[in-house]
Structure formats: C-alpha cells, structure tokens
C-alpha cells in the first residue's frame, strides 16, 4: 500500500482545513494506506528569494523535502484566501522545490487536493490555481478529483463525519483514487 504524507496549509488553533485534513487521513489509513500528517506549522520557514539557490537550505525545508520524498503520495488541504491559496503554503512548497537532495522532490508526485471554507464555494477557486503550479511549475501528477467542502464550518455530524452524504461519499472516491494512483507510481 502506498504511504501518503497529508497536510494543511492553514495551522491556526481550529483551522477548518486542519481537521479536514485529519479526517482525510483517517480515511486513507482505513482504506488501507500508511498516513503521516504533519502540520507545516511545525516546519517554520523564512519568506523565499532567490537567495535560496546561494545558501545552504535551513534545516525545516530539508525536512519537508526529505518527507515528500519518503512519501509515493500527498494529501494537501488548504484554505481559500481571496480566491487563491494562503502565500505560507505557497512558500513551503517553494522551499521543497529548491532542496537539492538528490531526490525528485514533487516532480512526479501523485498529489491529490482538498480544502474547507464557510463559503459556498469551498475553496474550489483555490484549488484549480494550486493545481495548475504543482502540474506546471512542480511536475506533480495530480488526481482528477479535489474536494471542495462548501460550509465547512457546519458540514460535521457529531460523529466528526461529513453529515453531506454527497460530499462524505467524494471524498472516499478522492481518497480511493490517490491511493491507486499512487500505487502505480511509487
Ligand atoms: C479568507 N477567507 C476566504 N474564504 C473563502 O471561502 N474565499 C476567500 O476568497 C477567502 N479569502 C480570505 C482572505 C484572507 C486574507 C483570509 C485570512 C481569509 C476565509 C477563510 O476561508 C477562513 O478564514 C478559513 O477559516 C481559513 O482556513 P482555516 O485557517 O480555518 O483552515
């Protein structure tokens, strides 16, 4: 089975995407993947420039590039910030990409994307933009399916499930998804 790294690109004390991230891991270990979910709040990073291809990588973006790159797959949640995604999200991935480790980093990564929002749109707006820069400017492989959860501040049961069957049903076939694909490219 694959192993998944999953995280959120927001870390705030009750961050929607950080439970939604929780509740994706959960998933994709019952169905039978091995999770590891970090919180990139644990891995603070300086603002990128081009300073970075000079000096040697702090010791964090290390870390994140050596994860992804023990990983077959990611999971990334994150929040919707006028109609993009959140610049701290963008700066970790920014800081992967210029680890030389001699690994891939998130070049032919399989990468599948969700995120949370009170709003109706759920993020959607945001995730197409994620999407195009990890396929184009990162050589990511990214599953055709992303889970945009609209009213996410209402949208559990008291069992911490999705109560929308429609959008709880999603994110099994987001998650089933990830881990085939995964599995094909190790
Ligand atoms: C937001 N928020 C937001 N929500 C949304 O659905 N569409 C948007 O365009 C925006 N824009 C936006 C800009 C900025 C600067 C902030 C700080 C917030 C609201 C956002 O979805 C909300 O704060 C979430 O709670 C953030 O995610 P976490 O931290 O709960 O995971």
Redesign the pocket.
């Known amino acids: 089975m694959p192993k998944i790294l999953v995280f ?5 004390p ?7 991230a929780t509740l994706v891991a959960k998933k994709l270990a019952a169905a039978g993947a091995e999770v590891t979910q970090i919180s990139l709040g644990d891995y603070p990073l300086p603002l990128i420039d081009a300073r970075a291809f000079d000096n040697d990588p702090p010791a964090e973006a290390k870390a994140l590039a050596a994860l992804v790159e023990a990983h077959d797959g990611l999971f990334i ?1 994150s ?6 995604y ?1 610049p701290a999200l963008k700066n970790a991935l920014d800081w992967i990409s210029i680890v030389r480790s001699g690994g891939p980093g998130l070049r032919g990564k399989v990468v599948a994307l969700g995120g ?4 109706s ?3 959607y ?2 995730l197409t933009q994620l999407r195009t820069v990890l396929e184009l400017g990162f050589g990511a492989l990214l599953v055709p399916e992303m889970l945009a959860v609209a009213g ?2 209402k949208a559990y049961g008291e069992d911490g499930e999705l109560s929308d069957r429609r959008t709880a049903g999603f994110l099994d076939k987001v998650v089933a998804r990830l881990i085939k694909v995964a599995a094909m490219h190790p």
């Open positions: 959120a690109g927001s870390w705030r009750g961050s929607m995407n950080t439970r939604l949640v929040p919707e910030y006028n109609a993009g959140p949370a929002s009170a709003g749109l759920g993020t707006r945001c996410a501040d």
